[in-house]
């Protein structure tokens, strides 16, 4: 191989990786594209403003949580709304275990992703 050839296979070994590096660098993260996952929730139990602050603290702990919002349905439901990054998946197991000592009071009656 003369040296011209070597020089034009270099060059075109350069274009190549300048070319695909940025598409190499952005897919070989570990990281997924994550996107809003949102969780909704029937609850019981809930009395008063120190339940859902208590609630959205507990919630708020939990791996990728960005917004929590408590709405009242009835004098005995409340709809639970939990908006997440979508880097990891919350299960109703999940959700009873971050209520911690309070499960018991606070009673997840559904739990579903949307």
């Not at 439901?77 to 009071?105: N, P, Q």
Request: proline share 1%; charged share 25%; net charge positive.
């Amino acid at each position: 191989m003369n040296m011209q050839n070597k020089l034009q296979l270099s060059f075109l070994v350069a274009l190549s990786l300048a070319f695909f590096a940025p598409t190499l660098r952005a897919h070989d993260t570990g990281k997924k594209h994550s996107h809003n996952v949102t969780y909704v929730a029937n609850m019981s139990g809930i009395d008063c403003t120190g339940c859902k602050k208590k609630i959205s603290r507990s919630f708020g702990k939990l791996k990728g949580v960005k917004t929590i919002r408590i709405e009242k349905i009835s004098d005995s439901k409340h709809r639970l709304t939990v908006i997440t990054d979508g880097s990891k998946s919350i299960s109703m197991s999940e959700a009873k275990k971050a209520l911690g000592k309070d499960v018991d009071h606070y009673k997840i009656t559904s739990w579903s992703k949307s």
